[in-house]
């Protein structure tokens, strides 16, 4: 089943997710017991959850997140964006409303926040999608026992939407469905994201982003620093169509405001990003390309995308989701959205969260 909606009516409210570059650089650390998540299985319907602390994934400590006022409601998984971006520190803020209906898993993928801090690798060693996904599949797997239940819903925006795509694809047995927002395809800073922006540039006589976009020329780059420098100009862009987030998303918990936390969420952010563009143009982004995965899902399939996202292009999703087969597919087009989370985005995901319904 086949369905695309455009929501350009009704005025749209709620909380954050994931994009490529979220809020504030910021955050904290603390160091509970690896063993801390040992009391948060439900066992009686009615029971709320808020635990957080080092599960054992993939070999490495790593950081996890889970909150929700009834811990017989469905789990979803909430793969964060960058890659080096955790969404953990601004959960408190961001995910409340969602937190009645759900209990929201989130964690900070190796190389990244609390994550990073607990195992800093070193400078030349690789981060890698296959590592990626099975920590997250390994990470699904747990919460889903854990908590008496078999499948958990699996959200992802931006590179979260890439490396969610090879989770549900490598063990879709783990996943009810699959949400994705600004689905990114293949490589990140790609041709028609540069003639999009350079287009609105010329359009306003914007002679400051014109020149330096006609500096970098069209991609693929070889220096890290291209891509950057497009994110800026085309939130620049974003931003004169786009609802804003409010700023209150971007308070983080206590625990994320340390000194010590600002410097391993800057680390890992650093680390992230060069192992993703890499430092000659040949990082993760390089290799990305998610019809080289099969067109084929075992599971339902939801893709949210902002009308206005100068980053994942409306038209390189959209081609993406009509090449793809799965037991229900639904494409939502977002107004006054760009890339970065907003409140009309939110709305949209938790719409379609329960949409999707039980999940058990």
């Known amino acids: 089943m086949t369905t695309t909606i455009s929501l350009r009516s009704s005025v749209l409210s709620a909380t954050i997710l994931l994009a490529l570059c979220t809020g504030p650089t910021q955050a904290a650390t603390t160091s509970p017991a690896i063993d801390s998540f040992g009391k948060t299985a439900c066992t009686s319907p009615g029971k709320s959850v808020d635990a957080k602390g080092f599960m054992r994934i993939g070999g490495i400590d790593q950081w996890v997140r889970i909150k929700g006022s009834n811990c017989a409601n469905p789990l979803v998984l909430i793969v964060h964006g960058g890659p080096g971006n955790p969404s953990t520190p601004y959960a408190d803020q961001v995910y409340q409303s969602w937190q009645k209906d759900f209990t929201l898993v989130q964690w900070d993928q190796r190389g990244s926040g609390m ?5 800093r690798p ?11 996904r099975d920590d997250g599949i390994e990470l699904a797997r747990e919460v889903a026992k854990r908590f008496g239940k078999r499948k958990v819903i699996l959200m992802g925006g931006s590179w979260g939407s890439m490396l969610a795509v090879h989770m549900v694809k490598s063990w879709p047995e783990a996943f009810c469905a699959y949400i994705g927002t600004g689905q990114l395809v293949g490589r990140f800073g790609d041709q028609d994201s540069y ?3 350079l287009a609105l540039a010329r359009a306003a006589n914007d002679q400051d982003s014109i020149s330096k976009l006609e500096a970098l020329g069209a991609p693929p780059w070889t220096n890290p620093r291209s891509p950057g420098i497009l994110r800026r100009v085309t939130r620049k862009y974003e931003a004169l169509s786009t609802e804003p987030a409010p700023k209150s998303w971007w308070k983080p918990s206590p625990e994320y405001t340390t000194a010590q936390y600002e410097a391993d969420y800057t680390a890992g952010e650093d680390y992230s990003w060069l192992q993703f563009v890499g430092y000659k143009g040949d990082g993760i982004a390089s290799k990305l390309d998610l019809y080289k995965l099969g067109a084929d899902f075992a599971v339902p399939v939801f893709m949210l995308q902002g009308e206005h996202d100068l980053v994942t292009m409306p038209a390189t999703s959209k081609r993406y989701f009509d090449s793809i087969q799965a037991p229900r597919k639904q494409f939502v087009m977002l107004p006054r959205t760009g890339h970065d989370p907003n409140p009309v985005m939110m709305d949209a995901q938790f719409r379609m969260l329960n949409e999707v319904g039980a999940c058990r």
Do not use: H, I, K, S
Request: proline fraction near 5%; charged fraction near 30%.
């Open 115 to 119: 994550t990073y801090g607990r195992n």
């Open 122 to 132: 070193a400078e030349d060693e690789p981060l890698v999608v296959e590592r990626l």
């Open 195 to 197: 003639n999009a922006t």
